[in-house]
């Protein structure tokens, strides 16, 4: 089969495209023929460093997020899979590549009238976003700032807030603004201009998808009974607000996005059924051939992406 090694950390030129031989479904696992595979940032740092969740021995085919189409079952696996569109994790490896073999009890069935690419862009991105604003909870009335708000997550939390009755204001890199305001944003600002921040607050939210001084000045826009999420480092560092400080400010920094593997299906199911329903729109900026997975990173890297990053493996499965 067709896959993209990982043979050392460093720049993207490390992922170089290969074969490995094709997968056999174990115990309770499926094979699934890959249509699309999902990219992450952490992915990117993963790749350059070795950070991240992710484990294992190099050379690996990294990746964690596939969707396709189930072309095989192992023993004590309902043969009546095969032939289901799913999106799954992989476990942290494995998904720069034509087929995956996977946990059955990992799969998350694509609803029918929901479109692969769609349901895969929504994979990781859709649950955490819905993690983040159950663990801040916005209500009607409130102002929330979302940073990064152009990117995979940010999208989907200026819908998700703007539906939850929050004014909602979107900070993105200069040329993205347009994207910011069409999903539903009050304001839009450019978080790369001097003074960004000025006059934006008081807020009660800020989803911080940056970090660095970003996450700083959005900190110093909060009010008393302002609540701070940080799941994001897109800036190349975590924001450095600690939890003394905004107790003087009387500001909450919560660390609820998290879940059990069985919570994170049931969001990313739930992501899957709001986008089937027209709730939810993931945008996706951009699509690179498996082949070209190095281009996908660099792309990432260099902040020239809107939106989701796929891989397009097979498309032909799409259907």
């Given at each position: ?76 696996v309902d043969p009546a899979l095969v032939g289901t569109r799913v999106v799954t994790s992989t476990g942290g490896s494995g998904a720069y590549a034509s087929r995956v073999a996977v946990d059955a009890a990992g799969l998350v069935p694509v609803p029918a009238d929901l479109a692969l690419d769609t349901a895969v862009a929504l994979l990781a991105d859709g649950r955490t976003a819905l993690l983040l ?187």
């Amino acid at each position: 089969m067709r896959v993209v090694w990982l043979t050392r950390y460093g720049d993207p030129s490390v992922l170089e495209p290969g074969t490995a031989p094709d997968p056999l479904p174990g115990p309770g696992q499926v094979v699934v023929d890959v249509a699309y595979a999902n990219i992450t940032f952490v992915e990117t740092m993963f790749r350059a460093t070795g950070f991240g969740p992710y484990t294992g021995d190099l050379p690996m085919v990294p990746g964690n997020g596939v969707g396709g189409v189930v072309g095989a079952v192992g023993p004590g696996v309902d043969p009546a899979l095969v032939g289901t569109r799913v999106v799954t994790s992989t476990g942290g490896s494995g998904a720069y590549a034509s087929r995956v073999a996977v946990d059955a009890a990992g799969l998350v069935p694509v609803p029918a009238d929901l479109a692969l690419d769609t349901a895969v862009a929504l994979l990781a991105d859709g649950r955490t976003a819905l993690l983040l604003l159950r663990a801040a909870a916005p209500r009607p009335g409130e102002r929330v700032l979302v940073e990064a708000a152009a990117g995979g997550v940010g999208t989907l939390l200026v819908q998700l807030a703007k539906a939850a009755g929050a004014t909602v204001l979107g900070a993105a890199g200069g040329g993205k603004l347009g994207l910011v305001a069409d999903l539903g944003a009050d304001r839009a600002v450019d978080y790369t201009a001097p003074g960004w921040a000025d006059g934006l607050g008081p807020v009660d939210v800020v989803f911080d998808g940056v970090g660095g001084a970003v996450a700083r000045a959005a900190f110093g826009l909060l009010d008393r009974g302002g609540r701070m999420l940080s799941y994001g480092l897109s800036s190349g560092a975590w924001s450095d607000v600690t939890d003394a400080e905004a107790a003087a400010r009387g500001v909450t920094l919560l660390r609820g996005a998290t879940g059990t593997p069985a919570e994170l299906r049931a969001l990313t199911g739930e992501a899957l059924r709001l986008a089937a329903a027209g709730g939810l729109r993931p945008v996706i900026g951009q699509r690179f051939p498996l082949e070209r997975a190095a281009d996908a990173h660099a792309a990432i890297e260099a902040r020239a992406t809107r939106g989701k990053t796929l891989l397009v493996v097979d498309q032909a499965l799409s259907g």
